[in-house]
């Protein structure tokens, strides 16, 4: 059989990951896309996530931010994880917005990568920045891929 492509391959580590990722599914976050080096992630604002300001907390932003930043750089089945992360916090989050947090690799040599994610609400405007440095585990991947079919 022939070997999975480098999509398939990013679609299997997707649905491997999420099958384990009980902070992403407490969330209701819906992985809409990942390719390698690429992940997009939506999370709908519900009230439960709202801080005392009646606003999306930030911590809650910076986890899906986070989370599409996990999904894209695992996506080549090396398991990689954060070395560190920033996130400015640019507009709320308000109860009923649905965020889109897209994650785009930067830069990626050797054992490290640069992936920046853009969150927005459904009126595209922008909610966060953020920018993850990642740390690949050399030798080790995520998954054993399937073979693609044939």
Do not use: W
């Given at each position: 059989?022939?070997?999975?492509?480098?999509?398939?391959?990013?679609?299997?580590?997707?649905?491997?990951?999420?099958?384990?990722?009980?902070?992403?599914?407490?969330?209701?976050?819906?992985?809409?896309?990942?390719?390698?080096?690429?992940?997009?992630?939506?999370?709908?604002?519900?009230?439960?996530?709202?801080?005392?300001?009646?606003?999306?907390?930030?911590?809650?932003?910076?986890?899906?931010?986070?989370?599409?930043?996990?999904?894209?750089?695992?996506?080549?089945?090396?398991?990689?994880?954060?070395?560190?992360?920033?996130?400015?916090?640019?507009?709320?989050?308000?109860l009923g917005d649905v965020l889109t947090?897209?994650?785009?690799?930067?830069?990626?040599s050797g054992r490290t990568g640069v992936?920046?994610?853009?969150?927005?609400?459904?009126?595209?405007?922008?909610?966060?920045?953020?920018?993850?440095?990642?740390?690949?585990?050399?030798?080790?991947?995520?998954?054993?891929?399937?073979?693609?079919?044939?």
């Open positions: 059989m022939a070997e999975p492509s480098s999509q398939q391959l990013a679609e299997q580590v997707r649905d491997a990951m999420l099958a384990d990722d009980h902070a992403t599914q407490m969330l209701g976050m819906q992985v809409t896309e990942v390719a390698p080096g690429r992940a997009v992630i939506t999370m709908a604002v519900r009230q439960d996530m709202l801080n005392g300001h009646a606003i999306c907390h930030g911590g809650l932003i910076a986890t899906l931010a986070d989370s599409a930043f996990a999904f894209a750089c695992n996506a080549y089945n090396e398991l990689t994880v954060a070395s560190g992360f920033a996130i400015d916090l640019l507009a709320p989050g308000r947090a897209t994650c785009t690799e930067l830069s990626k992936y920046d994610t853009d969150v927005r609400n459904q009126r595209g405007e922008r909610i966060a920045v953020f920018r993850g440095r990642s740390h690949t585990v050399r030798g080790k991947p995520v998954i054993q891929p399937l073979d693609a079919p044939g």
